[in-house]
């Protein structure tokens, strides 16, 4: 189930934006809690496994297919609602599955907890290599296949029928993942939502929509499938240029390179605004480029005449398109200048472990270390962030330059702002700050691809000599001045020029302009765009709302209103059985549902700036608190009931002081631990969270296990306990998007808490019910 939730989230991403993707997955996860109600129906003491484990295998790869078969027209119209109720069909068949072995056996709930945990864990640890290895579209084909010998096993007791129906299964999805392998017959569509449909258009990707418009003339060249994204390799019809999509946005240029910097071609890049730090100063002698994509941004560090080049990307798929295409670009990561080649590597990470100071540090529509799981698919910035931009100043030389390019000025607009916080930090006065830095713009009408507008921060001041030379450059550039110290310095800019300026009072004079008055929906009202500082415990760079995005809002009272309803049919179920737990036993797996959800989203965005490279981030963390978890649902298997509910106020009063420590030291360890090795941050990483996972996977075994002399409530614990998983995700992206990841982890904690509480009333009486036998473990 994790390996597919992973996929999805991949295929989807490539489509539609981030927050659309988190709705199609929120949706098809509370298929989960659909499947453990539908299991409450069946009164049987020994319910049947067969049926379910057969009905998960098949549903595996079967909405993929449809939707990239026959329902090619609910993706390319981006039609939210229906993509996500086929997606969620295996949730729901597990949802059952998983409801029924549990009430089977309820009074081994550590030890099946354990297993399915386990399992959790290693398809964290191996999914992103198996993306890689067999593409995000036969994930789900191959999933299958996994599926139907697990339902083999089980089918084996209930007769050769349902035997030979297993290996039916078996046969199908492997073959179909066999086809897939060599004669692709699935592939995402070109979207087709008309411009004029504001509702869905906003959601969807460039790419699949010029893919869509014949006027563009575009042609997949090549494409690879990781766990960080999809990296497309297109051509266009009417220049020799190809453009690296990743996830079908912000393309990054791959120019047509023979190794002559003297070429005419050449010749014209000396005048793209990309050059401009390169013209300001001599020959650098080093140069950090951060996300250099298909090698444009090292040209033009060549171009600069360079003389050491280190370039850092992201995207592990970029290694293996620049040696497929080495003989178009020139080979550019394996020329003398760039002794290291290209590093995988997140950048900030990378820095940290920089021992020589740089000359400049470029980056140009670079992405951050975006991790998206669970669903959650927040658009972070740790490369944004007020601590990023002390970073750069502390590995930059007296003099140096940081160059940043967008492609959207209210980027370079929040980017200032941030990058002025950092800089008073540093001692600075308004007028020191506003003597380093320069903006620059192509006019309207001028066109050089994304890259559109640019930010310059120097350490130390653009002095007279400098800024006269700016003048030149910039004219000879066709670029235009936005602000230039002491030569061009309009409002709203020149705040900085006041005596104790904030970058808080920067952030909202330049709100204060026209164009940042803008509606965030279709019809909605007219806001105040948000530009204020971004930390890495709130790094939304790309999120100007001034409050909760509508969108999100939307969102969090569609998951509240699912939870309640949930809940309420919970208590009304558990109400019409006299004797049974009552509302305090609901609310006890309801809080460990929205409780887990709450802390795993706050420890992987929290941590996924140590271990850098994202890939290797999200499966180490995830690995570890699940595993964590799975060991401690195993040790909450020991000794009797007794000793279970004895143990349980215990382990969870240390689980909230645990969280609530974490919430303190976790910014601080990774300041710490950033400089070190990998195998450090890894162990550090592990023995974090791995600790609190043996603390969080004790509560919900321990809950089952108290249910089995009432066994009927077991399907409707899963319920609740599946669905509010879903509203504790959709808490948290809300809550980081308000306040910040940290206070997600003490809301973790207070949720945890409340749910000790709820035990501590439930689980005593559950204890005089307890079955002759059950010491026996």
């Known amino acids: 189930m994790l390996a597919y939730e992973i996929s999805l989230t991949r295929i989807f991403s490539v489509l539609f934006r981030s927050p659309y993707v988190f709705l199609i997955l929120s949706i098809a996860v509370c298929g989960l809690g659909v499947g453990a109600f539908l299991a409450v129906r069946r009164e049987e003491d020994e319910p049947d496994l067969a049926g379910p484990a057969l009905a998960f295998a098949l549903l595996l790869p079967l909405p993929l297919v449809l939707l990239l078969t026959v329902g090619k027209g609910l993706v390319a119209g981006a039609r939210g609602t229906a993509v996500a109720l086929l997606t969620a069909l295996p949730y729901v068949a597990a949802g059952v599955l998983l409801a029924r072995a549990f009430r089977r056996h309820a009074g081994d709930a550590g030890r099946l907890y354990f297993c399915d945990l386990t399992g959790a864990g290693l398809a964290a640890l191996t999914t992103a290599a198996l993306?890689?290895?067999?593409?995000?579209?036969?994930?789900?084909?191959?999933?299958g296949t996994l599926a139907a010998l697990?339902?083999?096993?089980?089918?084996?007791?209930?007769?050769?029928?349902?035997?030979?129906?297993?290996?039916?299964?078996?046969l199908v999805c492997a073959g179909l993942f066999g086809l897939q392998q060599r004669r692709p017959f699935l592939d995402l569509p070109p979207v087709t939502v008309p411009d004029e449909d504001e509702d869905r258009a906003v959601w969807t990707k460039p790419l699949f929509r010029e893919l869509a418009d014949p006027r563009a003339g575009s042609t997949m060249q090549y494409t690879q499938w990781s766990a960080v994204a999809r990296t497309d390799v297109v051509s266009n019809t009417g220049t020799d240029v190809l453009y690296i999509w990743t996830d079908g946005d912000v393309p990054t240029q791959m120019e047509p390179f023979q190794g002559d910097l003297g070429s005419p071609r050449m010749a014209l890049y000396r005048n793209f605004i990309g050059m401009v730090p390169y013209a300001l100063q001599p020959a650098p002698e080093r140069v950090l480029c951060?996300?250099?994509?298909?090698?444009?941004?090292?040209?033009?560090?060549?171009?600069?005449?360079?003389?050491?080049?280190?370039?850092v990307e992201i995207n592990p798929a970029i290694v293996d398109v620049t040696e497929r295409f080495k003989g178009f670009y020139g080979d550019l990561y394996h020329r003398p200048e760039v002794a290291g080649g290209l590093v995988i590597d997140e950048g900030r990470s990378y820095l940290s472990r920089a021992r020589q100071p740089y000359d400049?540090?470029?980056?140009?529509?670079?992405?951050?270390?975006?991790?998206?799981?669970?669903?959650?698919?927040?658009?972070?910035?740790?490369?944004?962030?007020?601590?990023?931009?002390?970073?750069y100043f502390d590995h930059l030389r007296p003099g140096g330059l940081v160059a940043l390019v967008f492609d959207r000025w209210h980027l370079v607009d929040r980017c200032l702002t941030t990058a002025t916080a950092a800089l008073l930090e540093r001692g600075l006065t308004g007028d020191q700050v506003a003597d380093q830095v320069v903006l620059l713009t192509l006019p309207e009408g001028r066109v050089q691809g994304p890259y559109q507008h640019l930010l310059l921060l120097r350490n130390g001041p653009f002095g007279p000599a400098l800024r006269t030379r700016l003048k030149d450059v910039g004219q000879r550039c066709g670029l235009q001045p936005v602000f230039v110290p002491k030569l061009r310095e309009?409002?709203?800019?020149?705040?900085?020029?006041?005596?104790?300026?904030?970058?808080?009072?920067?952030?909202?004079?330049?709100?204060?302009?026209?164009?940042y008055l803008q509606r965030l929906v279709k019809g909605g009202p007219f806001v105040r765009l948000n530009l204020g500082v971004l930390t890495d415990d709130r790094p939304f760079y790309a999120?100007?709302?001034?409050?909760?995005?509508?969108?999100?809002?939307?969102?969090?009272?569609?998951?509240?209103?699912?939870g309640l309803l949930t809940l309420a049919i919970a208590v009304a179920a558990v109400g019409r059985r006299p004797g049974r737990a009552g509302a305090c036993s609901v609310g006890y797996f309801a809080g460990l549902g929205m409780g887990f959800l709450l802390?795993?989203?706050?420890?992987?965005?929290?941590?996924?700036?140590?271990?850098?490279?994202?890939?290797?981030?999200?499966?180490?963390i995830l690995f570890a608190l699940l595993v964590g978890s799975a060991l401690g649902s195993r040790f909450s298997a020991r000794g009797t009931l007794a000793d279970t509910v004895r143990r349980l106020p215990v382990v969870m009063g240390l689980l909230v002081l645990a969280l609530l420590a974490a919430r303190f030291a976790l910014q601080p360890l990774t300041t710490t631990f950033l400089p070190m090795a990998l195998p450090a941050r890894i162990a550090v990483t592990v023995a974090v969270v791995g600790g609190l996972g043996f603390l969080m996977g004790q509560p919900f075994p321990s809950g089952l296990r108290a249910l089995e002399g009432a066994r009927r409530l077991v399907p409707i614990a899963w319920a609740v306990n599946g669905v509010l998983s879903v509203t504790g995700s959709v808490l948290a992206a809300s809550a980081a998007s308000l306040w910040g990841y940290s206070v997600v982890l003490v809301a973790g904690a207070g949720i945890y808490l409340v749910t000790l509480l709820l035990a501590l009333g439930w689980m005593p009486s559950r204890t005089k019910q307890e079955p002759a036998g059950a010491a026996a473990n």
């Open 150 to 170: 697990a339902a083999w096993l089980v089918c084996r007791p209930r007769g050769a029928a349902w035997q030979a129906a297993s290996v039916a299964v078996l």
């Open 131 to 143: 993306l890689a290895r067999v593409g995000g579209l036969a994930m789900p084909l191959w999933l």
């Open 360 to 391: 400049v540090i470029y980056f140009a529509l670079a992405k951050s270390a975006t991790s998206q799981q669970g669903g959650l698919a927040l658009v972070d910035g740790y490369l944004y962030t007020k601590e990023a931009f002390h970073a």
């Open 543 to 562: 999120d100007l709302s001034p409050g909760l995005h509508p969108f999100l809002k939307a969102l969090l009272k569609w998951s509240l209103g699912a």
């Open 599 to 620: 802390v795993e989203v706050a420890l992987v965005q929290k941590l996924v700036l140590l271990l850098g490279y994202p890939t290797l981030a999200l499966s180490v």
């Open 290 to 311: 951060i996300g250099p994509g298909g090698g444009l941004d090292v040209l033009l560090a060549l171009l600069g005449g360079a003389r050491q080049i280190e370039p």
């Open 490 to 515: 309009p409002p709203p800019y020149n705040v900085l020029r006041q005596p104790g300026v904030t970058a808080d009072a920067l952030a909202t004079a330049i709100a204060g302009q026209e164009e």
